[in-house]
């Protein structure tokens, strides 16, 4: 199954993908004509010291794996910006029946 969207993120916390418990591949982008960088992390309370900085026109690809049997959950991506706004777009690809 692959699953996409976007997320506009300003200077307020906002949840942008969930991670699922299944083998998956996550693409984030953030939109060439954002102005600010956009930080990721895993918990809430992501800031500029905390969270992966994504530049504007930037992406990064991960792989994930953390299965349900092994103790795994869905994990949600939080991002913000220390100031101003950006676009992040997402594509997920995840196999559901492992």
Do not use: K, R, W
């Amino acid at each position: 199954m692959i699953v996409t969207g976007q997320v506009s993120v300003g200077t307020s916390e906002v949840t942008l993908v969930t991670v699922p418990v299944n083998p998956c591949i996550v693409i984030l982008s953030s939109d060439p004509g954002s102005a600010s960088t956009v930080y990721v992390g895993t918990t809430t309370g992501v800031s500029s010291s905390n969270g992966i900085p994504l530049g504007a026109g930037q992406s990064f690809t991960f792989a994930g794996y953390h299965h349900v049997l092994q103790g795994g959950q869905a994990q949600l991506l939080y991002a913000i910006c220390a100031s101003g706004s950006a676009t992040v777009g997402y594509l997920m690809s995840e196999d559901p029946t492992i």
